[in-house]
């Protein structure tokens, strides 16, 4: 199982981003995909996941509106558009997956079994 995250930087206030999670080495269509982020200092909170066997989304109440996950199975990549970033938005994003019953929705870091490496976002004011 590999999750790969590209696409941080650094954005104004106001800007924005996107995100790509390239998955390999399991049947990607079982799986729920999230989005994580740790600044420092502080523990690692959920943003969003998609549970890509029906590819219903979740997001945590601090970006909705302002962020879509995305999936292209084709590629095997998950997506994260983040628009109308704000400073407090700065950490490092990171992609997990673990397979869950469906309808079962968590952003919960210790339920989620196969993370990636991480990838910086940084939002100037």
């Known amino acids: 199982v590999q999750l790969v995250e590209s696409g941080g930087g650094l954005v104004q206030a106001g800007g924005s981003l996107r995100l790509s999670c390239a998955v390999s080495g399991f049947s990607f269509a079982d799986y729920t995909i999230a989005w994580f982020r740790q600044a420092p200092g502080r523990e690692r909170e959920g943003v969003s996941c998609?549970?890509?066997?029906?590819?219903?989304?979740y997001y945590d109440d601090s970006v909705k509106g302002r962020f879509t996950i995305s999936v292209d199975n084709a590629a095997n990549t998950v997506y994260l558009q983040m628009n109308s970033l704000k400073p407090e938005d700065t950490a490092v994003y990171y992609c997990a997956a673990a397979r869950f019953p469906h309808d079962y929705f968590t952003l919960t870091a210790w339920e989620y079994d196969s993370w990636g490496q991480g990838t910086q976002v940084t939002v100037s004011s």
């Open positions: 998609v549970a890509n066997h029906d590819g219903e989304t």
